[in-house]
Protein backbone atom coordinates (compact mmCIF):
# COMPACT_ATOMS: atom_id res chain seq x y z
CA UNK A 1 0.00 0.00 0.00
CA UNK A 2 1.33 3.40 -0.71
CA UNK A 3 2.05 5.19 2.25
CA UNK A 4 2.96 9.31 3.00
CA UNK A 5 3.64 11.68 6.23
CA UNK A 6 3.00 15.21 7.40
CA UNK A 7 5.89 17.10 7.29
CA UNK A 8 6.57 19.18 10.67
CA UNK A 9 5.54 22.49 10.39
CA UNK A 10 6.69 25.86 10.97
CA UNK A 11 7.28 27.45 14.85
CA UNK A 12 3.97 28.50 15.83
CA UNK A 13 2.77 31.05 18.41
CA UNK A 14 1.96 28.70 21.71
CA UNK A 15 -2.13 30.13 21.22
CA UNK A 16 -2.18 28.64 17.76
CA UNK A 17 -0.89 25.18 18.67
CA UNK A 18 -4.03 23.67 19.67
CA UNK A 19 -6.19 24.51 16.13
CA UNK A 20 -3.20 24.13 13.93
CA UNK A 21 -2.87 20.01 15.64
CA UNK A 22 -6.39 20.08 14.62
CA UNK A 23 -5.87 21.21 11.58
CA UNK A 24 -3.08 18.61 10.71
CA UNK A 25 -5.01 15.84 12.37
CA UNK A 26 -7.89 16.43 10.00
CA UNK A 27 -5.43 17.23 7.02
CA UNK A 28 -4.26 13.47 7.89
CA UNK A 29 -6.99 11.96 7.90
CA UNK A 30 -8.21 13.08 4.48
CA UNK A 31 -4.83 11.90 3.35
CA UNK A 32 -5.26 8.98 4.68
CA UNK A 33 -8.87 8.22 3.02
CA UNK A 34 -7.39 9.63 -0.40
CA UNK A 35 -4.29 7.53 -0.29
CA UNK A 36 -6.54 3.99 0.65
CA UNK A 37 -8.60 5.15 -2.32
CA UNK A 38 -5.94 5.27 -4.37
CA UNK A 39 -4.47 2.12 -3.16
CA UNK A 40 -8.18 0.30 -3.47
CA UNK A 41 -8.10 1.37 -7.01
CA UNK A 42 -4.86 0.40 -7.79
CA UNK A 43 -5.58 -2.88 -6.64
CA UNK A 44 -8.68 -3.40 -8.52
CA UNK A 45 -7.08 -2.51 -11.36
CA UNK A 46 -4.53 -4.88 -11.68
CA UNK A 47 -7.35 -7.90 -12.06
CA UNK A 48 -6.64 -8.72 -15.91
CA UNK A 49 -10.39 -9.25 -17.98
CA UNK A 50 -10.15 -12.47 -19.48
CA UNK A 51 -13.24 -12.62 -21.86
CA UNK A 52 -14.43 -16.79 -22.39
CA UNK A 53 -16.49 -17.07 -25.75
CA UNK A 54 -18.11 -20.31 -26.43
CA UNK A 55 -20.98 -22.65 -26.00
CA UNK A 56 -22.80 -24.64 -23.51
CA UNK A 57 -19.37 -26.08 -22.58
CA UNK A 58 -18.52 -22.90 -20.58
CA UNK A 59 -22.23 -22.28 -19.21
CA UNK A 60 -22.57 -24.93 -16.77
CA UNK A 61 -25.14 -26.20 -18.71
CA UNK A 62 -25.71 -29.56 -16.65
CA UNK A 63 -24.38 -28.97 -13.95
CA UNK A 64 -24.70 -25.48 -12.25
CA UNK A 65 -23.62 -22.29 -13.33
CA UNK A 66 -21.18 -21.66 -10.58
CA UNK A 67 -19.21 -24.77 -11.05
CA UNK A 68 -18.48 -23.73 -14.44
CA UNK A 69 -14.83 -23.27 -15.13
CA UNK A 70 -14.66 -19.80 -16.04
CA UNK A 71 -15.93 -19.29 -12.50
CA UNK A 72 -13.65 -21.90 -10.92
CA UNK A 73 -10.81 -20.11 -13.18
CA UNK A 74 -11.97 -16.69 -11.24
CA UNK A 75 -11.50 -17.76 -7.93
CA UNK A 76 -8.48 -20.32 -8.07
CA UNK A 77 -6.26 -18.43 -5.41
CA UNK A 78 -3.75 -21.04 -5.35
CA UNK A 79 -2.37 -20.72 -9.33
CA UNK A 80 -2.69 -16.85 -8.58
CA UNK A 81 -5.44 -16.99 -11.31
CA UNK A 82 -7.79 -15.35 -9.52
CA UNK A 83 -6.00 -11.87 -10.88
CA UNK A 84 -8.61 -12.11 -13.79
CA UNK A 85 -11.81 -10.50 -13.70
CA UNK A 86 -13.52 -13.58 -15.82
CA UNK A 87 -16.49 -12.08 -18.43
CA UNK A 88 -18.10 -15.29 -19.61
CA UNK A 89 -20.31 -14.32 -22.82
CA UNK A 90 -21.04 -17.96 -23.60
CA UNK A 91 -23.85 -18.94 -25.22
CA UNK A 92 -25.75 -22.19 -25.50
CA UNK A 93 -26.07 -23.76 -28.92
CA UNK A 94 -23.41 -21.17 -30.20
CA UNK A 95 -20.71 -21.56 -32.49
CA UNK A 96 -18.92 -19.39 -34.94
CA UNK A 97 -21.10 -20.63 -37.93
CA UNK A 98 -23.99 -21.73 -35.74
CA UNK A 99 -26.97 -19.29 -33.58
CA UNK A 100 -27.40 -20.72 -30.40
CA UNK A 101 -30.31 -20.09 -27.94
CA UNK A 102 -30.64 -16.66 -28.17
CA UNK A 103 -29.70 -16.74 -31.91
CA UNK A 104 -25.93 -15.65 -31.09
CA UNK A 105 -22.93 -16.37 -32.77
CA UNK A 106 -19.63 -16.44 -31.17
CA UNK A 107 -19.32 -13.30 -33.76
CA UNK A 108 -22.61 -12.05 -31.29
CA UNK A 109 -20.44 -12.67 -28.03
CA UNK A 110 -17.66 -10.61 -29.32
CA UNK A 111 -19.44 -7.86 -30.16
CA UNK A 112 -21.11 -7.82 -26.98
CA UNK A 113 -18.78 -8.51 -24.33
CA UNK A 114 -15.02 -7.55 -25.99
CA UNK A 115 -13.86 -4.47 -24.68
CA UNK A 116 -10.21 -2.25 -24.61
CA UNK A 117 -10.00 -3.40 -21.64
CA UNK A 118 -9.84 -7.44 -22.64
CA UNK A 119 -6.17 -8.51 -21.72
CA UNK A 120 -7.23 -11.99 -22.85
CA UNK A 121 -10.16 -13.18 -25.30
CA UNK A 122 -10.46 -17.29 -25.14
CA UNK A 123 -12.73 -18.88 -27.37
CA UNK A 124 -13.76 -23.03 -26.71
CA UNK A 125 -15.73 -24.92 -29.33
CA UNK A 126 -17.38 -25.29 -31.12
CA UNK A 127 -19.05 -28.64 -32.10
CA UNK A 128 -22.13 -26.80 -33.05
CA UNK A 129 -20.72 -26.01 -36.14
CA UNK A 130 -20.29 -29.52 -37.38
CA UNK A 131 -22.41 -29.91 -40.48
CA UNK A 132 -21.09 -26.39 -41.97
CA UNK A 133 -18.41 -26.34 -44.58
CA UNK A 134 -14.91 -26.01 -44.06
CA UNK A 135 -14.48 -23.02 -45.61
CA UNK A 136 -17.81 -21.46 -43.81
CA UNK A 137 -16.12 -22.51 -40.17
CA UNK A 138 -12.79 -20.92 -41.30
CA UNK A 139 -14.25 -17.59 -42.85
CA UNK A 140 -16.79 -17.38 -39.71
CA UNK A 141 -13.91 -18.06 -36.91
CA UNK A 142 -11.27 -15.87 -39.09
CA UNK A 143 -14.02 -12.67 -39.03
CA UNK A 144 -14.39 -13.02 -35.70
CA UNK A 145 -10.61 -13.17 -34.09
CA UNK A 146 -10.28 -10.53 -36.04
CA UNK A 147 -13.25 -8.51 -34.81
CA UNK A 148 -11.93 -9.67 -31.20
CA UNK A 149 -8.25 -8.21 -31.81
CA UNK A 150 -9.84 -4.71 -33.33
CA UNK A 151 -11.99 -4.46 -30.13
CA UNK A 152 -9.38 -5.29 -27.55
CA UNK A 153 -5.53 -4.11 -29.35
CA UNK A 154 -3.80 -5.36 -26.32
CA UNK A 155 -5.36 -8.93 -25.61
CA UNK A 156 -3.98 -12.27 -25.95
CA UNK A 157 -6.10 -14.09 -28.22
CA UNK A 158 -6.48 -18.24 -27.62
CA UNK A 159 -8.57 -20.51 -29.47
CA UNK A 160 -9.36 -23.65 -27.72
CA UNK A 161 -10.94 -26.17 -29.69
CA UNK A 162 -13.92 -28.73 -29.89
CA UNK A 163 -12.85 -31.73 -27.17
CA UNK A 164 -13.63 -35.30 -28.39
CA UNK A 165 -15.35 -37.72 -26.12
CA UNK A 166 -13.46 -40.34 -27.98
CA UNK A 167 -10.54 -42.15 -29.03
CA UNK A 168 -11.43 -42.00 -32.42
CA UNK A 169 -13.15 -38.39 -33.64
CA UNK A 170 -15.94 -38.00 -35.78
CA UNK A 171 -14.32 -36.77 -39.00
CA UNK A 172 -16.70 -33.79 -39.03
CA UNK A 173 -15.38 -32.80 -35.51
CA UNK A 174 -11.76 -32.86 -37.24
CA UNK A 175 -12.75 -30.60 -40.07
CA UNK A 176 -14.34 -27.69 -37.19
CA UNK A 177 -10.71 -28.65 -35.36
CA UNK A 178 -8.73 -27.87 -38.57
CA UNK A 179 -10.68 -24.88 -39.99
CA UNK A 180 -10.35 -23.17 -36.63
CA UNK A 181 -6.47 -24.43 -36.52
CA UNK A 182 -6.02 -22.61 -39.88
CA UNK A 183 -8.16 -19.52 -38.79
CA UNK A 184 -6.23 -19.14 -35.68
CA UNK A 185 -2.81 -19.04 -37.59
CA UNK A 186 -3.84 -16.86 -40.11
CA UNK A 187 -5.06 -14.33 -37.90
CA UNK A 188 -1.65 -14.60 -35.53
CA UNK A 189 -3.68 -16.27 -32.68
CA UNK A 190 -2.85 -18.88 -30.19
CA UNK A 191 -4.33 -23.03 -31.37
CA UNK A 192 -4.80 -25.50 -28.21
CA UNK A 193 -6.18 -28.62 -29.65
CA UNK A 194 -8.09 -30.49 -26.90
CA UNK A 195 -8.19 -33.89 -29.29
CA UNK A 196 -4.71 -34.20 -29.47
CA UNK A 197 -3.56 -33.54 -25.79
CA UNK A 198 -6.39 -35.64 -25.03
CA UNK A 199 -8.49 -33.64 -22.98
CA UNK A 200 -11.46 -36.01 -22.11
CA UNK A 201 -11.58 -39.14 -24.03
CA UNK A 202 -9.67 -41.08 -21.64
CA UNK A 203 -12.13 -39.60 -18.87
CA UNK A 204 -15.34 -39.30 -20.27
CA UNK A 205 -17.19 -41.49 -17.62
CA UNK A 206 -15.94 -39.08 -14.62
CA UNK A 207 -15.88 -35.87 -16.29
CA UNK A 208 -19.26 -36.13 -18.28
CA UNK A 209 -22.48 -35.87 -16.91
CA UNK A 210 -25.82 -38.32 -17.90
CA UNK A 211 -26.49 -36.37 -21.01
CA UNK A 212 -23.45 -37.69 -22.43
CA UNK A 213 -22.64 -34.25 -23.52
CA UNK A 214 -21.84 -31.49 -20.84
CA UNK A 215 -19.41 -31.45 -18.42
CA UNK A 216 -20.07 -32.48 -14.53
CA UNK A 217 -18.53 -30.93 -11.91
CA UNK A 218 -15.59 -32.95 -11.52
CA UNK A 219 -15.15 -31.86 -15.80
CA UNK A 220 -15.20 -28.31 -15.33
CA UNK A 221 -12.78 -28.94 -12.38
CA UNK A 222 -10.51 -30.52 -15.06
CA UNK A 223 -11.32 -28.21 -17.46
CA UNK A 224 -10.75 -25.51 -15.13
CA UNK A 225 -7.25 -26.98 -14.36
CA UNK A 226 -6.47 -27.50 -18.04
CA UNK A 227 -7.33 -23.62 -18.98
CA UNK A 228 -5.44 -22.46 -16.21
CA UNK A 229 -2.50 -24.38 -17.85
CA UNK A 230 -3.26 -22.63 -21.36
CA UNK A 231 -3.69 -19.37 -19.39
CA UNK A 232 0.15 -19.75 -18.27
CA UNK A 233 1.40 -21.15 -21.19
Do not use: C
Not at 1 to 30: C, K
Not at 80 to 89: I, S
Request: net charge negative.
Amino acid sequence: MAGGSVGNSARTPRLRRGPLRAVLLVGGATSLVVLLSVAGSTLVSTRERLVVIGDSLSTGLGSSATDSWPVLVEHDEETHLDQFEVVNAAQNGSGYVTPGDDDGTFMTEVTQYVTPEAKVVLFFGSDNDVGSTSEQIREAAKSTFEAARAKAPNARIIVVGPPSYTLNPDGELLEVRDALRLAAFQTHSTFVDPIAEGWIADHVDELIGPDGEHPNAAGHLRLAQLMENVLNR
